[in-house]
């Protein structure tokens, strides 16, 4: 006689989701409906760091949490510290066994927890992970940022070969995958720093042993003009560089290096393309940073050198490179600045109290 498996209680708290929200008041809102209209909701917790908002973000996230009457929503009201501050104050907060984040102005897809809550209640999982849509500000789709083909989903073992197929395609983004909780335990986002997500996501992929992969697009990350990915500063240089070093640091001779040395390698074409895209009174400053990554890179491979024979994969040369690439950049430049001030007109308005 066969017996029956008990049904699965998917009203236990399972998955918290951090929200940062900084002045997105025209979009927090939305960010919110698309997480409380998921099924499985009890299995999910909502926490929303505001991080200094000056707009009226905070009073949309306190409407919500009152008409929700605290079941599943809290929210954490700190000083502008920026998006790593946020999410690491999030993370305290966190209860459950699996964590995910939300951006205050991108939005789940409807099939988010239906696909997902399954998963983690089997509590096998360190990570799930799943392909993304980039949207526009009225939430349709644009584009796909596919991290699992159809032919790749299912659970995976994160051996060696892996783990170096993800440092290879360097899919950092820290909202394509839901984590097990503990693998935040010993690590932080780095505040005052871009490029968060390159220098956090990377140890933590090392660091889990298993992930399930699903083929389906579950978050909508939208494209706004003047977010950060669309600016270039040397302080992204500077940020990058240290991001770079850090890698390298973690290179000692052991089977990981090469993952390391990959990762460098992402980290330095992330470089060469924000090179690129530096206003003309940085562009040397900025070029000499580059060429100091360069530098970072090759000293580290000459001090694994009598430790190591596996073989090295040099630097690309990237000087005339980067130069084609800013040209390209440039004339791109001017064709944006059109579109920018046709679409001036037709941005999202403000959520306004009433």
Request: glycine share 6%; net charge negative; proline share 3%.
């Amino acid at each position: 006689m066969a017996f029956e498996q008990p049904p699965v209680d998917y009203t236990k708290p399972l998955l918290s989701i951090v929200v940062t929200a900084y002045n997105v008041d025209g979009y927090i809102e939305e960010a919110l409906e698309s997480v409380l209209t998921q099924p499985y909701i009890d299995a999910l917790r909502i926490i929303v760091v505001d991080d200094g908002s000056t707009d009226s973000t905070f009073a949309a996230v306190q409407a919500i949490v009152e008409r929700d009457g605290g079941r599943h929503v809290q929210i954490i009201r700190q000083s502008n510290q920026g998006v790593s501050a946020a999410r690491n104050a999030g993370i305290d907060a966190v209860r459950t066994p699996y964590v995910g984040f939300l951006d205050g102005d991108d939005i789940y897809r409807e099939s988010f927890a239906r696909e997902v809550v399954p998963l983690l209640a089997d509590a096998r999982w360190d990570m799930v992970e799943y392909n993304v849509e980039i949207i526009d500000d009225d939430s349709r789709k644009l584009e796909e940022i596919e991290l699992v083909s159809a032919s790749e989903g299912g659970e995976c073992t994160l051996d060696p070969d892996a783990h170096l197929r993800f440092a290879n395609r360097f899919h950092t983004f820290v909202w394509a995958r839901v984590f097990r909780i503990d693998l935040f335990r010993d690590r932080q986002f780095p505040v005052g720093r871009h490029y968060e997500d390159m220098a956090i996501v990377p140890a933590i992929h090392l660091a889990a042993q298993n992930v399930y992969r699903v083929g389906k697009s579950l978050y909508g990350y939208r494209r706004r003009f003047g977010s950060i990915t669309q600016r270039s500063a040397v302080s992204d240089m500077v940020d990058l560089r240290d991001i770079g070093l850090e890698a390298l640091a973690r290179c000692d001779g052991s089977a990981s290096d090469k993952f390391w040395l990959t990762v460098f390698g992402k980290i330095f074409w992330r470089a060469r393309h924000v090179c690129a895209r530096v206003d003309r009174a940085s562009f040397r400053r900025a070029s000499d940073i580059l060429r100091a990554m360069a530098g970072d890179y090759q000293a580290a491979v000459r001090s694994l050198a009598p430790r190591s024979d596996r073989e090295v994969v040099e630097l690309e040369a990237f000087d005339f490179a980067v130069r084609v690439d800013r040209s390209l950049h440039q004339v791109k430049g001017v064709a944006k600045m059109i579109l920018r001030r046709r679409l001036d007109h037709h941005q999202r308005e403000r959520r306004v109290d009433h």
